[in-house]
């Protein structure tokens, strides 16, 4: 008898992992739109260079190629699309990014567990960082609040579901409250911001009072107005 040993198979492993995207939610007229993008930009070059976004086109009703030539004009700020939705698959070409179901806002749940299950153990709400956040370091805490216990560098950034307390001078970008927490608030010994955001709304370095500046302040939401006061 002939017997041959099977070659080994070398199995798939599948993983998963997830990234917060940005959305974008155009809207016409799109050449309009695509000018405050471009005021975006220039307050804040490269913010959006290597970030997931999504487009979102439940808002407008855009031919095929109207969308395409929407994406190639997103392309050309460097702003690369992971994928659309919003919109019939019919509508996308071949070449275009594709078409994503399923999406929810970025909001965390718990579920209460069965009788039969143990206890999970808590996970931790706040993240404190004893260490200076340096220039291209990227910090996000889905869960709760963030402490800094020293200086944000510019080009850093913090993100987090809840507030974020920063000890000592914050230059970088600090986006707080993405869960959809308005209540969320910005708290620094010293304000250099280039970008403040919270709940989505977002103030940058040009557009904060200059008499903010190197001074302890606080941000919060007031409706659909981000507010920016001196810590007194």
Avoid at 47 to 56: A, E, R, S, T
Avoid at 72 to 83: D, M, T
Avoid at 104 to 132: D, G, H, M, Q, W
Avoid at 166 to 193: D, F, P
Wanted: net charge negative; hydrophobic share 40%; with cysteine.
């Amino acid at each position: 008898m002939d017997v041959r040993a099977d070659p080994t198979r070398q199995l798939v492993r599948l993983r998963g992992r997830s990234y917060v995207a940005f959305v974008f939610s155009p809207v016409v007229p799109i050449v309009e739109w695509l000018a405050e993008i471009d005021a975006t930009l220039a307050r804040s070059p490269g913010y959006f260079v290597g970030k997931p976004i999504v487009l979102d086109l439940s808002a407008v009703d855009l031919s095929s190629s109207a969308i395409a030539h929407l994406v190639g004009s997103l392309s050309e700020r460097n702003i690369r699309v992971l994928g659309i939705e919003g919109v019939e698959e019919e509508r996308l070409a071949a070449n275009m990014p594709p078409l994503l179901t399923g999406g929810r806002a970025c909001v965390i749940t718990r579920s209460e567990p069965t009788k039969a299950e143990p206890e999970p153990k808590p996970k931790p709400t706040s993240l404190l960082l004893e260490n200076p956040v340096r220039s291209g370091q990227s910090i996000v805490f889905m869960e709760g609040d963030v402490t800094v216990l020293g200086s944000v560098g510019s080009g850093a950034e913090i993100v987090a579901g809840g507030s974020i307390h920063i000890y000592g001078t914050l230059r970088g970008r600090a986006m707080a409250g993405v869960n959809g927490n308005s209540a969320a608030r910005i708290y620094c010994q010293k304000i250099e911001a280039e970008l403040l955001a919270i709940d989505g709304y977002y103030q940058t370095a040009e557009e904060i009072d200059v008499a903010l500046r190197n001074r302890p302040a606080q941000a919060w939401l007031e409706g659909d107005t981000m507010k920016i006061t001196p810590l007194n």
